[in-house]
């Protein structure tokens, strides 16, 4: 496959892996409502926070979606969009890695840019994701018209380009009910079916399938002809001779020319309305929408440049994501992906570096969560609730030589080691020094007084005793990882019941 290079790559491929790995500390001041929520907005970094909730949430979220800075070679102000193209590169490579690990298996990222960089951003996601894993590159018409003072041609689109993490297990994706579909396409009526609503005609024969023998038969019709298709019917002779009893087809004449239509209803035989596919041609949610309603928010002087209109953003969420599923977006912005997931009672982190964090994330989520009227919220009901909690990066898990920081606490400890033994995230926020089981193996971590001695090594050193009420804790035959700040055991007594003894901070490895 091929694959892009530019200057300082070698560098950029390694940038994730020597991220500084840091503690998230929460600000209750900027934080709003229920402590408990898993809704987060982060102010920092976006690398750092990225590698920062991997031990909690890698193979977690369902969906990510990022505006990252275009390189346009402009200035906007709440933002750097003026960077050297290979700087740009080798600041969105090791945030893609990053981004990956944390989607899951059936997830999907989504990302917004321009022509300035769009085929080069394909060629780099080819090779993070993997390019079978590469689903379409959604054109989004921007603007409904204008630019009388463009050089040589009106800019009316941009791009979303959509991976998955892996296309055998991505669910198929579809959007409501168009509310217009009545209107514009179901518009005849069946007695018979009325518990279906309306319904319309298809055609049943198909030129775009692939050959198959089985779908090449001829329709018996009243007067006696039979009917064959150019190449083929879509359904099998079975399906559609059930049908034609039912009064299901439509068999009509013109200009000695006999064609074949089904009825497909508006409803589905439960009664649900028909679900649509979406379409990789994006209409109907502009830029210009996004900046009316970041005026109505923010006021003229302070409303953020060029943002994307919550219609567009609930569009993606729709199609790929079922309520309380998590969503990421780590170049938030103004926050309209929060704000979107929030109405739609998604689950959602956020991640912002600038001032604006505070100055237009926060207050906007604090607006929404008290019934903020704009956007989407007529079109989903939204009249307000919920809450969300607001972070800082803090002080590294390691030094610059290596060595544990001793003031980390122990969920966070525990949550880097099971994800460093594991590859996978802590199930669980527990208090107890018993971590889970991996492929058989049981981990335990002696850390920070767990076992309720808070001495400086009480309860830290394993010892027979300790070991005994570990496996009160939780009985296990297995063999054991048991991390501590030393043991008494000796050799033989780790060999004789299977464990693995790892010495806190010695044998706890950075990410």
Request: proline content about 5%; aromatic content about 12%.
């Amino acid at each position: 496959m091929p694959i892009l290079h530019w200057l300082n790559k070698d560098q950029a491929v390694k940038t994730a892996k020597q991220s500084a790995y840091r503690l998230l500390e929460e600000v209750p001041e900027l934080s709003y409502g229920d402590q408990s929520t898993e809704n987060m907005l982060i102010q920092g970094d976006n690398l750092e926070a990225l590698k920062a909730l991997i031990p909690f949430y890698a193979g977690k979220v369902k969906c990510i979606y990022i505006d990252p800075p275009y390189n346009t070679k402009s200035a906007f102000e709440h933002y750097d969009d003026n960077l050297e193209h290979s700087q740009w590169l080798s600041l969105m490579y090791p945030r893609l890695e990053l981004l990956r690990e944390l989607l899951s298996e059936d997830g999907s990222i989504w990302v917004s840019i321009d022509d300035n960089e769009a085929h080069y951003l394909k060629v780099m996601m080819d090779e993070v994701f993997g390019r079978r894993n590469f689903l379409t590159s959604f054109v989004w018409k921007k603007s409904y018209g204008g630019g009388a003072k463009s050089k040589w041609f009106v800019g009316l689109h941009e791009f979303v380009l959509c991976y998955t993490k892996n296309i055998g297990s991505f669910p198929d994706m579809f959007l409501p009910p168009d509310p217009d579909a009545v209107k514009k396409y179901y518009k005849y009526t069946d007695e018979k079916f009325d518990t279906r609503g309306p319904y319309r005609l298809q055609p049943l024969a198909t030129t775009s399938m692939d050959d198959r023998p089985n779908l090449k038969y001829g329709i018996s019709i009243p007067d006696g002809r039979e009917i064959w298709p150019e190449k083929q019917w879509q359904w099998s002779k079975e399906k559609t001779q059930q049908a034609l009893a039912n009064n299901e087809l439509v068999i009509s004449e013109k200009k000695e020319k006999i064609t074949v239509s089904y009825k497909q209803y508006l409803k589905n035989i439960d009664g649900e309305e028909r679900k649509r596919k979406p379409t990789n041609l994006i209409e109907g949610h502009y830029t210009q929408h996004g900046t009316y309603e970041s005026m109505a928010l923010f006021g003229l002087s302070d409303k953020f440049s060029f943002p994307k209109p919550e219609g567009l953003i609930s569009n993606i969420f729709e199609a790929c994501t079922n309520p309380t599923d998590l969503i990421l977006d780590s170049f938030i912005g103004s926050g309209t992906s929060a704000a979107v997931a929030h109405k739609m009672n998604r689950r959602y982190i956020g991640i912002e570096l600038g001032e604006h964090a505070q100055t237009h994330c926060q207050p906007r989520l604090k607006k929404v969560v008290d019934g903020e009227q704009g956007g989407i919220s007529k079109a989903v009901n939204w009249h307000g609730g919920g809450s969300f909690r607001f972070f800082k990066l803090g002080q590294t898990v390691f030094d610059e030589y290596g060595a544990l920081n001793t003031d980390i606490k122990f969920i966070t400890l525990a949550a880097h080691i099971w994800y460093a033994e594991t590859r996978t995230p802590l199930a669980t926020k527990s208090d107890s020094p018993f971590l889970g089981i991996h492929n058989g193996k049981a981990y335990f971590l002696l850390y920070n007084g767990i076992l309720g001695d808070k001495r400086p090594q009480g309860g830290n050193v394993l010892t027979s005793k300790i070991l005994e009420h570990l496996l009160q804790i939780k009985e296990h035959d297995g063999p054991m990882v048991i991390y501590g700040e030393t043991s008494r055991l000796g050799s033989s007594g780790l060999l004789q019941n299977d464990i693995t003894f790892k010495q806190i901070p010695y044998d706890v490895s950075a990410l």
